[in-house]
T-cell receptor, first 117, second 112 residues
Framework: NAGVMQNPRHLVRRRGQEARLRCSPM?????VYWYRQLPEEGLKFMVY????????ESGMPKERFSAEFPKEGPSILRIQQVVRGDSAAYFC???????????????FGPGTRLTVL | GENVEQHPSTLSVQEGDSAVIKCTYS??????FPWYKQELGKGPQLIID?????GEKKDQRIAVTLNKTAKHFSLHITETQPEDSAVYFC???????????FGQGTRLTINP
């Protein structure tokens, strides 16, 4: 039973390029979350998606960042025109459909470490 | 606002001793409190979680206690082993949202 998969594990980009990070949720999970972790810091929520829907993007920077979770295929976090401050570890988590008003357990992938030169 | 404070930031204990990490949260409506362990270069791994209708939960050497009145929860690791060395994060949800708000992390070192 494969866990959450992320690729690439490491990504190097030059300033101004685009970064695409991919996340495949655990089997049977239909909800995906993206978090960012700066060096020596905790994780910060970015966006929460269901298939073809963005549910909560309150943590997404207003510019250059976008996310999608299409009907088929992995979720994609896209960063356009990267800057040095985007260097971080980006983690994806997945959960089954949250039951009623309760919060469902989130399982994390291994992360993508983005380095912007 | 949405805030989780975690203490201490670093903790060093002798192998076999107990370790305790504490977190406080700001929203009295929070109802879900997971703990994650993160090893170097890896993603966070869920080790235990507790929901607001339970005061304490235990899984072998790991336990979590929740005090909703004081808005704090704690992780207890007993009989620590070298493989317990890692960074531990607490988290909480706020106002019924699904997103997790994380504490700043505690770097736990177990000395042999």
């Amino acid at each position: 039973n494969a866990g959450v998969m992320q690729n690439p594990r490491h990504l190097v980009r030059r300033r101004g390029q685009e970064a695409r990070l991919r996340c495949s949720p655990m089997k049977g999970h239909s909800h995906v979350y993206w978090y960012r972790q700066l060096p020596e810091e905790g994780l910060k929520f970015m966006v929460y998606l269901q298939k073809e829907n963005i549910i909560d993007e309150s943590g997404m920077p207003k510019e250059r960042f976008s996310a999608e979770f299409p009907k088929e295929g992995p979720s994609i976090l896209r960063i356009q025109q990267v800057v040095r401050g985007d260097s971080a570890a980006y983690f994806c988590a997945s959960s089954p459909s949250p039951s009623g008003a309760s919060t469902d357990t989130q399982y994390f992938g291994p992360g993508t470490r983005l380095t912007v030169l | 606002g949405e805030n989780v404070e975690q203490h201490p930031s670093t903790l060093s204990v002798q192998e076999g001793d107990s370790a305790v990490i504490k977190c406080t949260y700001s929203d009295s409506a929070s109802n879900y409190f997971p703990w994650y362990k993160q090893e170097l270069g890896k993603g966070p791994q869920l080790i235990i979680d507790i929901r607001s209708n339970v005061g304490e939960k235990k899984d072998q050497r790991i336990a979590v206690t929740l005090n909703k009145t004081a808005k704090h929860f704690s992780l207890h690791i007993t009989e620590t082993q070298p493989e317990d060395s890692a960074v531990y994060f607490c988290a909480a949800t706020f106002q019924g949202a699904q997103k997790l708000v994380f504490g700043q992390g505690t770097r736990l070192t177990i000395n042999p």
